[in-house]
Structures are given as structure tokens and as C-alpha cells.
């Protein structure tokens, strides 16, 4: 670790994790040999798996699952609250209890370019590829490259090499 890191104590570092300076994560996982960039943010109750990159500016909100080997690019946004709201019904400021978490999962081996945003209530399917800025609205099928806004599927990856890596 180092000066600029804010690393809470609950927080759950595999072995050989990599963290870049300026990062804040607090209440996540994060497995082995992992590497994540500077100005990165994990929440609470998120879990990235092992072998994952995690590129600079990246949020990850709390209730993100991100499995093994997973390339998460540069500014990448997940969001987790589909109605999101300032203020309860009282008018007062929301707490925890005002909302429920809504889950992301992105499974593993796919990669997201920089730039892409993540709503809500997603799953990306294993080995996919979503497109630079695109905004992921629905579930992306295995081994599909989608992109644009919203994101569309252009075709399915068949090459063996683009699947494996």
C-alpha cells in the first residue's frame, strides 16, 4: 500500500493485488493477482475476481459482482439504482433504507472499453465485449460484442483466439 490509498480495514485483498495510488475501497473483495488503477473506487459489498484489470476513474458501486479475468477499461460507470432519488418521500435525505441495491454481474473474461456505463440489473455474459462509451441497458449475451447507446449486439465473437485471449 501506499500514502495515497484510503483502504478501509474491512476491506478483502486477495494475494498479489496491485493498487495504483489514489484508490478508495471499502467494504469489497478483490481477488489474487488483480490490478487496479488510480482514481478507482470499489463500495461496499462489491467482489471483483481474480486476474481482473480495473482501469483508472472507475466506479464500482456497491452490489457489483465482477468475476475472474474480467478487463474493466478506463471511467467505467456502474450504476445501481434504476429510480435514483435525493430525498425520501418526507422530503428528508435518503438513507440505506429509503432504496434496495439493484445487482450487476459481469462475468468472467469479459471486457469493457472505457467510457461505458452499466445500469442496473445487468448481467454481462461470459467473454462479451461492449464497446467504448457504450451504456449497457440490458443482459449481453456470452461472447457477443455489443456497443453504442443504447447498446446493441453487432455479432457474436466465433474466433477462437477473441474468445480465449
Not at 60 to 67: P, R
Not at 133 to 152: F, K, L, M, W
Request: with cysteine; hydrophobic share 35%; charged share 20%.
Amino acid at each position: 500500500m501506499n500514502d495515497y490509498c484510503c483502504i478501509a480495514a474491512d476491506v478483502k485483498l486477495g494475494k498479489g493485488v496491485s493498487l495504483s495510488n489514489f484508490v478508495n475501497l471499502y467494504g469489497c473483495e478483490v481477488g489474487e493477482e488483480t490490478k487496479i488503477g488510480a482514481f478507482v473506487e470499489i463500495q461496499k459489498n462489491a467482489k471483483v475476481g481474480k486476474h481482473c484489470k480495473i482501469s483508472s476513474h472507475t466506479f464500482i458501486c456497491e452490489g457489483v459482482t465482477i468475476e475472474d479475468g474480467v478487463f474493466v477499461g478506463h471511467g467505467v460507470t456502474f450504476i445501481n439504482d434504476s429510480y435514483p432519488r435525493a430525498t425520501a418521500r418526507n422530503g428528508e435525505l435518503q438513507t440505506e433504507k429509503d432504496w434496495k441495491v439493484e445487482p450487476t454481474r459481469v462475468r468472467k473474461g469479459a471486457s469493457i472499453g472505457s467510457g461505458a456505463t452499466i445500469l442496473a440489473n445487468v448481467t454481462i455474459g461470459e467473454g462479451a465485449l461492449i464497446g467504448a462509451g457504450s451504456v449497457v441497458t440490458r443482459d449481453v449475451p456470452e461472447h457477443a460484442i455489443v456497443a453504442g447507446n443504447p447498446a446493441r449486439r453487432l455479432r457474436l465473437i466465433t474466433d477462437e483466439a477473441q474468445v480465449t485471449g
